[in-house]
């Protein structure tokens, strides 16, 4: 569960080597059907060593519906994609917030 709004890091498993990965992105399915891309990168574990995961560190806009997210990562090498990865879901519930309208402040500091 992450809250609306949130900035989280997200890792998807690839369960591929990357080593020679040209792009790597997590294909995202909104709540609303909307379908977005997020440029990912490759996951390096605390003691430098490159795994097979990628990253995404969301803004306050990429979590902006409440419900069910869809993620598949994608990835090519020199411009030949590989099978999509397995599906992962989050579910993004209501900010917890105390009388502070987060939308508002966006617009008002254009976050």
Sequence with gaps: MIYQYDRTEIRLNTG???????L???????????E???TSTRYVDDDGNATS???YTTSVTDLDE????????YVEFGGVPAPLGDASEIEVVEEYTIG???PELINLFRI
């Design 16 to 22: 591929i080597d990357l080593d020679e990965a040209t």
């Design 24 to 34: 790597l992105k997590m294909m995202v399915l909104k709540p609303s059907g909307t």
């Design 36 to 38: 977005v891309e997020w």
């Design 53 to 55: 995961y990628i990253t």
């Design 66 to 73: 409440l419900g069910t997210y869809i993620l598949h990562s």
């Design 100 to 102: 502070v309208n987060v």
